[in-house]
């Protein structure tokens, strides 16, 4: 026996789908549903098999997908019989392999019996019509890997060490993506002199909710220069309850397959157990799909010992997030003043996890003013002992080829950013 929910937000395809289910002897329609929202709510229940819903239902999306299959929910969207094509194209975006046209409802009880069988056999689109203004064509990207920058509560510079990496990835020619993704408010935008109006992590969070992300991906970041790009963080601290669940690994996926991804997260690790009674996100939901999807973790402390502390405690916590991902510790602001050699706090935090390596970075405030009132990455401001810390660090993260050479003829030189100070941007 088949359990069904129903949703049709008004569909005129209502009436005649409950008669057909409610009549065959194998299925059973267990509730009308008045929206959305609803729907997910009752899938929660864990007694539902299958979701009939109107594929234009408001609020369909590829997190309420994934929240019914969560629940073991299958979903089988019905769609309007002069929208077929375009149907079947957003139906996949977000995770439907089931689809009736409205005009052939008879199918509908046997698409419901039969396991994720699609009802409208599929054709080779020519063209995608969702999308008015695709990208143009150009040489193939180049995968990259997924670096995840983070590190306790006490503000030990994981921002600045993130734009710092990508920065420093980018002076070498290689095509880097950085993702500000700290839920608690974005700040790369302001540090790097970016006057965006969109923020770029709601924007993809948008597409990718939609199925767009991969075909838009341009549309969501802010070139700096040739080769390095940003996708901004939340305005403001309390729009992180617009980002679905999976919005941050999709994007990460999807910036991975241009170019390296470095990626600024938040600091809190604590899960939050209220999305699992609906579809509300979990705040600390974008440091943990961060970490998840991350090749490899840097953790960035403080060599003081309140951050040294806070650090070691950190390590331990950490373990149960990375689930064997490489760690390495990135201790900023080493200063001699502290009294302690490099070789002291290797022994202070070496025993509270297995690292991939243990790294120092300078307590270098003039570069980091110059930097920040200028508005531009670490490696424009000039050469300083962070700069050369910074790019230690990343001969061990992505060994190659030695640092560019000045651009070719024909490459901007310069930020191709909208800078403070009223820059007209570069075209």
């Not at 299925?27 to 929206?35: A, G, T």
């Not at 203004?133 to 983070?150: C, E, H, Q, T």
């Not at 006490?154 to 060490?161: E, F, H, L």
Request: charged share 20%.
């Amino acid at each position: 026996m088949i359990v069904v929910l129903v949703v049709a937000s008004g569909g005129t395809w209502e009436s005649p789908a409950l008669t057909l289910l409610g009549g065959h002897r194998d299925i059973v329609v267990l509730k009308r549903c008045v929206d959305v929202d609803d729907l997910l709510a009752s899938a929660t229940a864990g007694q539902a098999d299958v979701a009939v819903l109107g594929l234009d239902a408001p609020g369909l999306d590829a997190a309420a997908v994934d929240h019914l299959r969560r629940y073991a929910v299958r979903p089988v969207a019905v769609v309007g019989a002069d929208a077929v094509e375009t149907g079947r194209l957003r139906a996949s975006r977000i995770g439907i392999a089931s689809l009736v046209a409205d005009d052939d409802l008879a199918a509908l009880p046997a698409v419901v019996l039969a396991p994720d069988a699609p009802a409208v056999a599929p054709q080779a689109p020519v063209g995608d019509p969702l999308l008015a203004d695709p990208l143009p064509a150009g040489p193939p990207p180049v995968a990259g890997r997924v670096l995840a920058v983070w590190g306790p509560a006490g503000a030990p510079g994981r921002s600045t060490v993130a734009a710092g990496i990508a920065a420093e990835l980018a002076r070498r020619r290689c095509r880097t993506i950085l993702v500000d993704a700290d839920p608690y408010g974005g700040t790369l935008a302001q540090q790097l002199g970016i006057l965006d109006e969109v923020s770029g992590l709601l924007a993809a969070a948008r597409l990718a909710t939609g199925g767009l992300l991969t075909e838009r991906f341009a549309t969501v970041q802010r070139a700096v220069d040739a080769h390095l790009s940003v996708v901004t963080g939340l305005p403001r601290a309390d729009r992180w309850v617009e980002l679905r669940p999976g919005s941050v690994e999709h994007l990460l996926e999807v910036a991975s397959d241009h170019g390296h991804v470095v990626v600024d997260t938040g600091f809190s690790l604590e899960d939050d157990p209220g999305h699992d009674y609906g579809a509300r996100p979990a705040r600390n939901q974008l440091t943990l799909g961060a970490l998840g999807a991350a090749d490899e973790v840097l953790v960035v402390g403080a060599a003081d010992p309140v951050g040294l502390s806070r650090l070691a405690r950190a390590l331990v916590d950490l373990r149960e997030v990375t689930a064997g991902t490489p760690v390495r510790v990135v201790v900023n602001r080493m200063r001699p003043t502290l009294g302690w050699s490099e070789k002291d706090i290797a022994g202070m935090v070496g025993g509270f996890t297995r690292l991939s390596g243990l790294h120092f970075l300078p307590d270098d405030r003039a570069a980091v003013d110059r930097a920040l009132v200028t508005g531009r990455t670490l490696v424009e401001s000039g050469d300083s002992p962070l700069t050369r810390g910074i790019a230690a660090l990343v001969d061990a993260l992505a060994p190659g080829p030695p640092p560019a050479v000045p651009p070719r003829e024909g490459e901007p030189a310069g930020p191709v950013r909208l800078r403070r100070g009223g820059t007209t941007r570069q075209r």
